[in-house]
């Protein structure tokens, strides 16, 4: 429950950020960035593979919006 909470405040950033607050989106897009970081970190320290894509493909989404923010 607390992740998703955590997920979909980082939403709610990046929102803002695209509605003209610009701290606030690239503050959402590292949160987001260091989340799937923990979560792709926990795959692998489980050792748990077969599903590692998912956390792994939303890294590299949060990083784009990271990139595209500060760039911004």
């Known amino acids: ?3 998703a909470a ?3 405040a980082g939403v709610a950033g990046l ?3 695209l509605m003209g607050v610009p701290v ?3 503050a959402a897009a590292t949160g987001l960035v ?3 970081i923990g ?3 926990a795959h692998i320290r489980a050792r748990v593979y077969y599903n590692i894509a998912f ?3 939303y ?3 949060a990083a784009a919006s990271l990139v595209l923010a500060v760039a911004r």
């Open 39 to 41: 979560a792709t970190a």
């Open 59 to 61: 890294l590299v989404l």
């Open 15 to 17: 929102l803002l950020g």
């Open 24 to 26: 606030i989106g690239v």
């Open 55 to 57: 956390p792994g493909g």
């Open 1 to 3: 429950m607390w992740l």
């Open 6 to 8: 955590l997920k979909a």
């Open 34 to 36: 260091l989340f799937f």
